[in-house]
Nanobody, 119 residues
Framework: QVQLVESGGGLVQAGGSLRLSCTSSRSIFTLNAMGWYRQAPGKQRELVASISSGSVTNYADSVKGRGTISADNVKNTVYLQLNSLRPEDTAVYYC?????????????WGQGTQVTVST
């Protein structure tokens, strides 16, 4: 079992920045990858950014150049830095971890943190 705790959401003005944190209950060395997803009202959950155990990163086109995902292996925490925030970034942001166990790949999700970008 992997438990994920997110923090860092809130209300931000357009053009501002924020940093989301996701702390894993297990060492991130045991995880295949971690990522940030978001879900806006009435929309499907979408990938924002991910980072693999080999530190390979992937970003949605909508945040390329504005977002940075990073990992702190000592703190078992993954961060998402988002700059130049836009109203369309408003969503609940979820952290996901993927781990291989004897059953195969399994995904774990955090509880989500609300990000609201005001004009």
């Amino acid at each position: 079992q992997v438990q994920l705790v997110e923090s860092g959401g809130g209300l931000v003005q357009a053009g501002g920045s924020l940093r989301l944190s996701c702390t894993s209950s297990r060492s991130i060395f045991t995880l295949n990858a971690m990522g940030w997803y978001r879900q806006a009202p009435g929309k499907q959950r979408e990938l924002v950014a991910s980072i693999s155990s080999g530190s390979v990163t992937n970003y949605a086109d909508s945040v390329k150049g504005r977002g940075t995902i990073s990992a702190d292996n000592v703190k078992n925490t993954v961060y998402l830095q988002l700059n130049s925030l836009r109203p369309e970034d408003t969503a609940v942001y979820y952290c996901k971890a993927t781990q291989t166990n004897y059953l195969g790949l399994r995904d774990y999700w955090g509880q989500g943190t609300q990000v609201t970008v005001s004009t």
